[in-house]
């Protein structure tokens, strides 16, 4: 006999809890930078920071976690200096390359 779920049974899916290590949120970073979403790439941070713990995040960026959430939310714009702060915080650099390489 086949046992139905329901929707409303299943567990949220939480990014922050597959980003364990440095390598992960490199990567899930990048690839928010390569899809050119601002705001994508403001929460992609805030659901890192999380994974990180954001309370160590803020303390690492000299901002409160009050400001950081506001600044990490979906549909923030951060500027460049929190988003760097905060890359620094987490261990992680944005990166330049060329769109076209010859």
Request: contains cysteine.
């Amino acid at each position: 006999m086949t046992r139905k779920t329901y929707i409303a049974d299943l567990s949220d899916f939480d990014m922050a809890r597959q980003l364990k290590s440095d390598e992960d949120i490199a990567a899930y970073v990048t690839m928010v930078i390569e899809e050119g979403d601002a705001a994508e790439l403001a929460h992609a941070l805030g659901v890192a920071a999380k994974a990180r713990g954001m309370r160590d995040i803020a303390q690492a960026t000299g901002l409160s976690r009050e400001a950081l959430y506001k600044a990490l939310k979906p549909n923030a714009k951060p500027r460049f200096d929190t988003i760097n702060r905060v890359c620094t915080a987490l261990g992680v650099q944005l990166i330049a390359k060329p769109i076209h390489s010859h």
